[in-house]
């Protein structure tokens, strides 16, 4: 038998707990990736967006599954309700992608620590977002999107505007 364990929600169910949490994840991983482009790193706008998403849908997906087992459980099913914790499993699954955008050049100069951290930064946006805490992610993200803003003003630069990597290379 198939069981669709998201299929019975009502529609406010799916706008709290889906959609809101997503297009906030969206929008602001979207800000800080531009950000990351238009100064021409290599993790810009896509990985940006790509990680928040994944990490804001297995957010979902757990908070979900946890309310599903509750459910079980007052019903009369004996189980563990906190037998799944594969939000764990996200922060260090991105930990690998973050390394990914840390290289070491020729004359050992290491550079991507701050694509890494807005990249660590968005996921776990995504998660906090997608476990539905809304106000937390908000202040989040406007923390995030702020710093990254006013660090770039006040290099002299819009982070809202295309710019050459080449142009911050000792800056990252």
Do not use: C
């Not at 038998?1 to 799916?14: H, S």
């Not at 997503?22 to 602001?28: D, P, Y």
């Not at 995030?144 to 630069?157: Q, T």
């Amino acid at each position: 038998m198939t069981y669709i364990l998201d299929g019975n929600l009502g529609f406010m169910d799916y706008l709290m707990k889906m959609v809101v949490p997503l297009a906030m994840t969206f929008a602001i991983a979207g800000l800080v990736g531009l950000e990351r482009q238009n100064v021409g790193k290599a993790a810009g706008i896509s990985s940006h967006i790509l990680v928040a998403m994944g990490a804001s849908a297995v957010a979902i997906m757990q908070r979900l599954m946890f309310e599903y087992e509750i459910s079980l459980v007052l019903s009369g099913v004996a189980m563990d309700p906190q037998a799944q914790r594969v939000i764990a499993q996200v922060v260090t699954g991105v930990g690998f992608v973050g390394a990914g955008v840390i290289i070491k050049d020729s004359s050992n100069v290491v550079k991507g620590i701050t694509t890494a951290s807005t990249i660590w930064s968005t996921a776990m946006l995504g998660l906090i977002l997608g476990s539905g805490y809304l106000v937390l992610g908000t202040i989040l993200g406007i923390f995030l999107v702020l710093f990254i803003a006013l660090r770039d003003y006040s290099r002299g630069f819009s982070p809202f505007r295309p710019h050459h990597a080449k142009d911050f290379e000792d800056q990252d």
